[in-house]
Nanobody, 127 residues
Framework: QLQLVESGGGLVQPGGSLRLSCAAS????????IGWFRQAPGKEREGVSC????????HYAESVKGRFTISKDNAKNTVYLQMNSLKPEDTAVYYC????????????????????WGQGTQVTVSS
């Protein structure tokens, strides 16, 4: 059974860092596009970053460019989101998501492009 489990969220002060993990089981990430999304209270879910299945293409939302980095460890079948210089407006529940799309060099920050989701992990940036 395909499963995604996020971890690594928590409370951090502005300017701090967190690394989110998304562990995949029941399938191999090699053949899937991967996305990180977030949803703040009262707001729509928004795309943060994505990685194409080829691994060579990544995209970031303008609001996180230069601060967040998506990466993947094939041996651990895990995706990461390194978040630096965190701001209060980064506070949200963060989700990872995937869609089977083997061999592509394109990924999208559109949530409707993904059909498997994790349960989310809370990130709170506050002093």
């Amino acid at each position: 059974q395909l499963q995604l489990v996020e971890s690594g969220g928590g409370l951090v002060q502005p300017g701090g860092s967190l690394r989110l993990s998304c562990a995949a089981s029941g399938f191999t990430l090699d053949y899937y596009n991967i996305g990180w999304f977030r949803q703040a209270p009262g707001k729509e879910r928004e795309g943060v970053s994505c990685m194409a299945s080829s691994g060579g293409t990544t995209h970031y939302a303008e609001s996180v460019k230069g601060r967040f980095t998506i990466s993947k460890d094939n041996a651990k079948n895990t995706v990461y989101l390194q978040m630096n210089s965190l701001k209060p407006e980064d506070t949200a529940v963060y989700y990872c998501a995937v869609r089977y799309y083997s061999g592509t060099y394109y990924c999208a920050l559109n949530m409707y492009e993904y059909n498997y989701w994790g349960q989310g992990t809370q990130v709170t940036v506050s002093s």
